[in-house]
């Protein structure tokens, strides 16, 4: 059985590369807090409907006009500039070191959930192959 193949690793493996990239860019804001007129990043979040969409193959159709048509899903792992006025310094660096704090916290939470999910879920596929 090739575990490449079960969309729920897919999805797990997609979500721990998602937390890999949002950790670098935010590194990349930590290491420019000093830097003068330098605008934080951060990686857009992944959509569930979009990816349940790519999973699945189907597509969900509004079939009553009183379903919500919901929003435009984004593009994966898209860097956006966080434009924040509340952080603004002197020199023009909107870097918030605790707020980059918290996001890093965030991400590494859930990169450790998704490597639990991923052991839990593979422990069970071998307690099954085991089991006579």
């Known amino acids: 059985m090739d575990l490449n193949q079960s969309t729920m690793f897919q999805m797990m ?4 590369e998602h ?7 935010l590194s990349q804001n930590l290491a420019n807090a000093n830097t003068p007129k330098y605008l934080p990043k951060d990686v857009r979040n992944l ?3 979009n990816e349940l969409r790519r999973a699945s193959g189907l597509t969900p159709v509004a079939t009553n006009p009183s ?9 994966e792992f898209k860097t956006e ?8 310094q002197i020199s023009g660096n909107a ?22 999910l ?15």
């Open 13 to 16: 493996k997609q979500r721990m």
């Open 19 to 25: 937390s890999v990239e949002r950790q670098k860019v």
């Open 47 to 49: 959509d569930f409907k």
């Open 67 to 75: 379903h919500l048509q919901g929003m435009r899903a984004a593009q």
């Open 81 to 88: 500039t966080q434009r924040n006025p509340e952080t603004l």
């Open 95 to 116: 870097v918030s070191i605790e707020d980059e704090l918290v996001k890093v916290n965030d991400t590494q939470g859930m990169y450790s959930l998704m490597t639990n």
């Open 118 to 132: 991923y052991k839990k879920n593979t422990d069970m596929l071998k307690m099954v192959i085991r089991r006579p």
